[in-house]
């Protein structure tokens, strides 16, 4: 059912809703509703290792990455929604789990991404053509995949998004099938990311004619607002599969692309 804009706006922190992923999973997302003039609205997309804080004083809320976001947001006129394509298909995180073992990949955070457009359609509230789609890792994959103009369900949607933004999204699989982008594209991508390198990235952004901003000295997960790079050994993917990935903050990094954002 439509959610209501005064609904919205009474709940000062997220509130929970029901988004129907087009695969017909029934995914709870976060809604942050706008502050006063409403700009538009931004679907963002979390990466493999989910939604929510696992340890600290923000356990089982959204974790910091995706809360100090919201707040940019939201502060700048945006209603956000996050949905969360693991906890309703029995996932905690995908990280640790090796491509191609996942249960949950592309096809499923595409029909998510699909189905939050079009739930977000029916809101009254929404403004046509000032909806954005904004990931992280795989979901910056999952961004490049709902925004493929060669698939049916991408042409088939009638929401479409007024801009996709992902940051250091994996770009290999999208470069080699001849990704078309159905909206403008921009790209956030690490310097030195050894999970999802920027170099396929590049070429994809050259490609189709997508804005591609490279930030130095930077790993995946430059735009956490809190800690420190670190080598994580326990995920298998990434450019050296065995030896762990870099992933952490970069300050000057974060502050120029949520800038550019």
Not at 64 to 75: F, S, Y
Not at 115 to 121: D, F, N, P, T
Not at 225 to 253: F, I
Request: aromatic share 6%; hydrophobic share 40%.
């Amino acid at each position: 059912l439509p959610l209501s804009l005064a609904q919205a706006q009474q709940t000062p922190t997220p509130m929970a809703v029901t988004v129907p992923s087009l695969d017909g999973t029934a995914l709870t997302a976060w809604l942050f509703p706008a502050k006063a003039e409403h700009r538009g609205t931004v679907i963002a997309l979390h990466g493999c290792g989910g939604l929510y804080a696992t340890t600290g004083a923000r356990a089982g809320l959204l974790n910091e990455r995706h809360n100090a976001m919201a707040h940019v947001l939201v502060d700048e006129g945006y209603a956000v929604l996050f949905p969360d394509s693991l906890t309703a298909r029995g996932e905690k995180e995908l990280c640790t789990q090796k491509i191609g073992t996942r249960r949950i990949d592309q096809t499923q955070r595409r029909a998510d991404a699909l189905g939050a457009l079009a739930w977000v359609g029916r809101q009254p509230w929404v403004k046509p053509g000032q909806v954005a789609l904004l990931g992280w890792s795989h979901g910056g994959s999952a961004v490049l995949s709902a925004t493929d103009n060669n698939r049916a369900d991408v042409r088939g949607q009638s929401v479409k998004p007024a801009v996709a933004v992902a940051f250091y999204p994996g770009c290999a699989a999208a470069l080699k099938s001849g990704y078309k982008p159905s909206a403008p594209l921009v790209l956030m991508l690490g310097e030195k990311d050894d999970w999802t390198p920027p170099g396929p990235c590049v070429a994809l952004g050259q490609a189709v004619g997508a804005e591609v901003n490279l930030y130095a000295d930077s790993y995946h997960d430059f735009d956490n607002p809190v800690g420190e790079v670190r080598l994580r050994k326990d995920v298998p993917n990434g450019v050296n599969p065995g030896q762990g990935v870099h992933v952490g903050a970069n300050p000057v990094a974060r502050e120029q692309a949520y800038a550019r954002l």
